[in-house]
């Protein structure tokens, strides 16, 4: 039987390297993907917190960004046990922009309408309901991730046809 643990703490200076170990990685990802220097790319990669809402009552803060890879969008959670979650960029159908799920209008004011937006992903997932601090924020994210999904998705049809012409 394992026991949980929490992963050791990394020193200041452990983490100053790590820090811009990542910071390459995204560059190199961003440029690979078509958008070096990208204002919503590096709003993404950078993050933000938003209202998780799952009913009237569930509502909950968490830290979203996009990972490094460019391909993975990283959840924090406050549970103890349960791992931080992520989901990959394919998994997306479409971003949404509003109240426009029926969660959304169902657990929402209209007075929120333009800082909500949803994640709806493929197949039989629950769709994700955010709501963010502002407008403009709200815009950002479902900007940046609409063209980050469009990016990813253009240089995956382009190795293919690359590599199966």
């Excluded at 703490?9 to 390459?24: G, P, W």
């Excluded at 998705?153 to 590599?163: A, G, K, M």
Aim: a positive charge; one cysteine or more.
């Amino acid at each position: 039987m394992s026991c949980a643990r929490k992963p050791r703490k990394r020193t200041k200076s452990q983490e100053l390297i790590y820090q811009e170990q990542c910071k390459n990685v995204a560059h190199e990802n961003g440029k690979r993907i078509g958008l070096e220097g990208d204002p919503d790319l590096q709003f993404l990669l950078r993050g933000g917190d938003l209202l998780k809402v799952k009913s009237r009552s569930w509502r909950k803060t968490r830290y979203f960004r996009l990972n490094e890879d460019c391909k993975t969008v990283w959840q924090n959670t406050s549970k103890k046990f349960k791992s931080d979650t992520s989901f990959s960029l394919e998994d997306i159908e479409h971003v949404r922009h509003g109240r426009q799920t029926e969660g959304l209008q169902k657990y929402t004011d209209s007075s929120v309408e333009d800082r909500c937006f949803s994640i709806i992903f493929k197949g039989r997932r629950n769709n994700l309901d955010l709501i963010a601090s502002s407008k403009e924020e709200a815009k950002q994210w479902v900007s940046g991730l609409e063209k980050v999904i469009s990016s990813v998705y253009n240089l995956n049809r382009q190795q293919n046809s690359e590599q199966y012409p």
